[in-house]
Nanobody, 124 residues
């Protein structure tokens, strides 16, 4: 059974950092494209970043240069390191798995598996 469990969220001040973790079970995360999305109150879920099976990473323009994504294959975990956080980064952050080793799109509909989310709150 595929499961994704996020952790690491919390409350920080503007300019701070957080590292989110997504622990995968029921499959090998290194075999798939793994992505992070976020959803702020009243807004649609938006793609943040992903890492494909071959290690290729991509980032939304809004986080490029501030966020990084990495894998810990022995722990079957994907991390999202978030630096220079700003109030507009406040959202619930979700981990997601694609159907295949690459991410064909950043549309949430192409990701069949999701975690429960972890709240990130950034105060000014």
């Amino acid at each position: 059974q595929v499961q994704l469990v996020e952790s690491g969220g919390g409350s920080v001040q503007s300019g701070g950092s957080l590292r989110l973790s997504c622990v995968a079970s029921g499959f090998s995360a290194s075999d798939y494209c793994m992505a992070w999305f976020r959803q702020a109150p009243g807004k649609e879920r938006e793609w943040v970043a992903h890492v494909e099976s071959d290690g290729t990473t991509s980032f939304a323009n809004s986080v490029r240069g501030r966020f990084s994504i990495s894998r810990d294959n022995p722990e079957n975990t994907v991390h999202l390191q978030m630096n220079s956080l700003a109030p507009e980064d406040t959202a619930i952050y979700y981990c997601a798995r694609s159907r295949v080793w690459y991410c064909s799109a950043s549309n949430p509909s192409v990701f069949p598996y999701w975690g429960q989310g972890t709240q990130v709150t950034v105060s000014s």
